[in-house]
């Protein structure tokens, strides 16, 4: 009972008293006052008992209803501590696992990669014992074989890089046309030759294009994106990280379907990584290769496409193909016979962001502050830093 009810029940009991001390006597004449006066207070003192008995068999309800509910919350309880308990033995055994075992992840990309450097390096070996001699451009060795300097320099910096493990990953940042904070970044590798000097990708990758190689710097550079992906976290979850992927790699049957059965067991990777095809390559890509990736794109992954040179693409099959970018050099919008007010609502309307590349000056990015694009990159949007600089910041 509550108490506002204590309070009411009280005052009956003594209105009831009261009313008996008055009445009594004029009913029965017999009884004097003072008698009707002790008959009142017997009257109030009974309800006062019965008052106490229902309020003790009250509580004593109450009392037995909250120590069932006790009950019933403490065997909940129980049995949460048992689930925490087995829990608990899981995740120790987890983390011991992982202190005497690397991680899985980690494992696959390392073996990937493994498997792919011991694959080129025989391709990317020179003799210890040729003696080169330099004649215009080109340069002759012991059995007068020409081979073009370009591309040895490469090759030599490339066998240096799978014998020292000398290669950098670098982000090249992507930023907002107006107020040109960093969104996402591209991803793309730089060696070192043995002097020191560092070589871009974009430097070697149409030298080395055939002689497999490529294969294994496309490997590299996708271990040491994910690697970045994976030190950010949850941080920035709308940054993403663009990494190129050779037609060399796609129609390497050893590399693309480990690729492949990597991505579709690193799901969340589609969060952060977008995988980068040249245009050249969308076009001439085999079936088999699209359907794989079509896989890939029913997972969550997005793809991008770069070196465009043709505008007329079909965008209904580009945005059917998981195609949520587009990287068009800022040159080809400004010539004078493309409308590029029209091609840019045309990828709008697909659903396709547009990325313009090559932004070198403040004149040439004022020409598309209004056009409708919303970000870029070039020198003018920011220098590629070193991945380690990145991760640092974290």
Not at 72 to 89: G, P, T
Not at 168 to 185: G, M, T
Not at 362 to 381: K, R
């Amino acid at each position: 009972m509550t108490l506002l009810v204590h309070i009411i029940l009280m005052l009956g009991y003594i209105i009831i008293a009261l009313f008996a001390a008055i009445a009594i006597p004029g009913v029965f004449s017999e009884i004097s006052i003072l008698g009707a006066r002790v008959i009142a207070g017997g009257i109030f003192l009974l309800g006062i008992q019965v008052h106490i008995i229902l309020s003790i068999q009250a509580n004593k309800e109450n009392f037995t209803n909250r120590l069932m509910s006790l009950h019933q919350d403490f065997q909940v309880y129980l049995d949460k501590l048992e689930k925490y308990k087995n829990e608990a033995k899981m995740l120790r055994g987890e983390l011991l696992f992982k202190k005497n075992n690397p991680n899985k992840e980690i494992v696959t990309q390392l073996l990937m990669l493994k498997k792919l450097i011991i694959k080129v390096t025989d391709k990317l070996s020179k003799p210890k014992n040729q003696k080169m001699i330099k004649s215009g451009e080109y340069v002759s060795n012991e059995d007068n074989l020409p081979v073009n300097t370009e591309l040895e320099k490469i090759l030599g910096a490339s066998d240096f890089v799978l014998k020292d493990k000398i290669v950098d990953l670098y982000l090249q940042p992507i930023a907002s046309l107006k107020r040109r904070h960093v969104i996402h970044y591209e991803a793309y590798a730089g060696i070192k030759d043995s002097a020191g000097e560092i070589l871009f990708q974009s430097e070697f990758t149409k030298t080395i294009n055939n002689s497999g190689a490529l294969v294994t710097l496309d490997s590299i550079l996708l271990v040491k994106c994910i690697q970045v992906i994976r030190r950010l976290g949850t941080r920035k979850p709308n940054m993403f990280f663009f990494c190129n992927i050779s037609s060399v790699s796609l129609n390497d049957k050893h590399f693309f379907s480990q690729f492949i059965n990597f991505m579709l067991d690193n799901k969340e990777l589609a969060d952060r990584l977008i995988l980068q095809f040249t245009q050249k390559d969308v076009i001439k890509q085999s079936p088999s290769v699209w359907g794989s990736l079509a896989t890939l794109g029913k997972c969550g992954y997005k793809f991008s496409m770069i070196d465009v040179e043709l505008l007329n693409d079909n965008l209904i099959e580009l945005a059917a193909r998981n195609f949520h970018f587009v990287k068009i050099k800022a040159g080809m919008l400004l010539a004078e016979n493309v409308d590029r007010n029209n091609i840019i609502k045309a990828y709008k309307k697909h659903n396709i962001e547009l990325i313009l590349e090559k932004i070198i000056s403040e004149q040439c990015l004022a020409e598309f502050l209004d056009c409708g694009v919303s970000a870029g990159q070039g020198p003018l949007m920011g220098p590629p830093i070193i991945s380690g600089d990145f991760t640092k910041k974290l």
